[in-house]
């Protein structure tokens, strides 16, 4: 038995004027890479001696996905149709029609499909980032909201309630209960002390 290659994958490149076929070639360890709108492909194989092309017959698995094998009717490509992002190994075994599938040629090719920029993993720590600084400065706004309040109080001018609205408190339980847990004492008791 010849043994089994991987020939090309292909994908199918839109423009606004026509479709083209692209080829994506592997890296130096054998891996294709491929952008996440590239997960539309075909991979292409064949036994190295043509004289036994008639006699061959394929199975193939693509772990990352599947870890089954699947006969391919005779047939020398697979397409492979919205693969989500990920790693993938492709394997494909030849035979010829009168083998066991033990002494089948085989091969394998790792692709590749790389999430777009803004599900990479440093975006994803942007993403983590700014919504803790979002947290933050609303924490850091809510206790100022709470100490200006508290000015106010100090100062004698206002009364519980004017004090908490100028401060932009709509909510008044909601007002003492964040004021006590802040000052450990209730508006009231700010205005008797004074």
């Not at 991987?6 to 423009?15: C, D, E, K, M, R």
């Not at 194989?45 to 193939?60: C, I, R, T």
């Not at 996905?65 to 009717?73: C, G, H, I, M, V």
């Not at 909201?145 to 909510?171: D, I, P, Q, W």
């Amino acid at each position: 038995m010849s043994p089994v290659h991987i020939v090309s994958i292909n994908g199918l490149a839109s423009s606004q004027e026509s479709d083209s076929i692209v080829f994506f070639k592997p890296d130096q360890k054998g891996t294709v890479h491929l952008k996440h709108h590239e997960n539309h492909f075909v991979v292409v194989f064949s036994v190295a001696d043509y004289s036994q092309l008639g006699d061959v017959e394929y199975m193939y698995q693509m772990k990352g996905l599947d870890d089954k094998w699947y006969d391919t009717n005779g047939s020398d490509e697979v397409t492979f149709r919205n693969l989500p992002v990920g790693k993938y190994v492709f394997t494909v075994r030849a035979k010829l029609k009168n083998q066991d599938w033990e002494d089948a040629s085989e091969t394998q090719m790792t692709i590749v499909i790389h999430p777009p920029f803004w599900l990479t993993w440093w975006a994803k720590l942007f993403y983590a980032l700014l919504l803790a600084c979002a947290v933050w400065g609303y924490v850091r706004s809510y206790k100022r909201k709470l100490h200006r309040t508290m000015a106010l109080l100090r100062s004698g001018k206002y009364n519980v309630t004017e004090a908490a609205m100028m401060a932009g408190f709509n909510n008044m339980g909601h007002f003492r209960d964040s004021f006590k847990k802040e000052f450990g004492i209730t508006p009231s008791e700010v205005l008797k002390n004074r």
